[in-house]
Structure formats: C-alpha cells, structure tokens
C-alpha cells in the first residue's frame, strides 16, 4: 500500500510565499512522476505542476514565474514553492505520484496512481 502525505498549507495575503511538501511511503519500487493538481471553491480538479525522476518539469501557465517544483528522489519527496500568490489560486492542492507498486510475491504493478488527501491553500486579496 501506497501513503502520500502533504503539509505546507495555509492561509496568506496575496503577494506572499508558501512551500508544499508531499512524502510518498510503502510498497513503492519507483516512482516515475510527481506532482501537484488543485481543484478550486466551484472549480474542476487541474494540473499545476509535475516533474519527472530526470527532473523534467512541466506547468500550467497560470503558475509559470511563480511556481517552482522540485523533488528529493531518495527521500520519494516532492515539494512546490508558490510565490506572488494571488487569490485566483486559492484551493485544495493535491499530490500525485505515477509508481511502480510492490504486491508482494514478486508482483509489481504499474504506473499506479497515488493521492494525497489534500492540503488547503487561501489566499485573501
């Protein structure tokens, strides 16, 4: 079984700065991309940013200048630093990882799909 647990939400003026943190844990073999959605108050859930074990990275053009992914590979850890946040960006952000999972007896699947339960970001204007 796959775990994926976020922190680094908040609340913050718009202008301001905050850092997600995602460690994906349990029966992974490899993980081949990670990841942040967001879905807002009325909102479909939408890509922001993901990035690649090579460290390739890709993002929706609302965020690009302001948001930067980066990922710790050892530690199976994606993080995403927000800057000149505006209000527009205000929602539940989600992780996502693409693994290779271990189901024991020599069994691994893959890419399986991963979530995080959410962590919350409001901007105020």
């Known amino acids: 079984q796959v775990r994926m647990v976020e922190s680094g939400g908040g609340l913050v003026q718009a202008g301001g700065s905050l850092r997600l943190s995602c460690a994906a844990s349990?029966?992974?073999?490899?993980?081949?991309?990670m990841g942040w959605y967001r879905q807002g108050p009325g909102k479909e859930r939408e890509l922001v940013a993901t990035i690649t074990s090579d460290g390739s990275t890709n993002y929706t053009d609302s965020v690009k200048g302001r948001f930067t992914i980066s990922r710790d590979n050892a530690k199976n850890t994606v993080y995403m630093e927000m800057n000149n946040l505006k209000p527009e960006d205000t929602a539940t952000y989600y992780c996502h990882a693409a693994l290779f999972e271990d189901k024991g007896s020599g069994l691994v699947i893959g890419l399986v799909d991963a979530w995080g339960q959410g962590t919350l970001v409001t901007v105020s204007s």
């Open positions: 349990g029966s992974i073999v490899s993980i081949h991309s």
